[in-house]
């Protein structure tokens, strides 16, 4: 994505969900999800629960949490797309925040 704008929709884990979770062991989850997609993108968005490994992925009238594989797209400079494989919109190469301050260190 060249500009950087993201959607940024934001929703709430349901009770059901953050259940789920924590049966599978994810902790520290904030209940509150962002969408991560391209900003103008389709009518579906996903948001990162657990980076790197569970998305919540919602469109109108549907909910998916999923453990997905991230997409196959990749920058010139070899860097993966961020968001999950099929997603919709443009991709995601820049490094995540967590990425970034790991390198300030």
């Known amino acids: 994505m060249a500009d950087g704008v993201l959607c940024r929709e934001?929703?709430?884990l349901s009770g059901r969900e953050r259940s789920?979770?924590?049966?599978m062991a994810v902790r520290g989850t904030d209940p509150e999800?962002?969408?991560e997609l391209e900003a103008g993108h389709g009518h579906e968005h996903a948001a990162p629960v657990a980076v790197g490994q569970w998305w919540l992925r919602w469109w109108p009238g549907r909910r998916v949490l999923e453990s997905?594989?991230?997409c196959?797209?990749?920058s010139d400079d070899g860097v993966a797309c961020r968001v999950p494989g099929g997603h919709e919109?443009?991709?995601r190469f820049e490094p995540a925040e967590a990425?970034?301050?790991g390198e300030r260190q």
């Open 72 to 74: 196959a797209a990749r």
């Open 68 to 70: 997905a594989a991230g």
């Open 20 to 23: 789920v979770l924590r049966s």
């Open 89 to 91: 919109g443009g991709h």
């Open 33 to 35: 999800l962002y969408c």
């Open 99 to 101: 990425d970034l301050v």
């Open 10 to 12: 934001s929703v709430e």
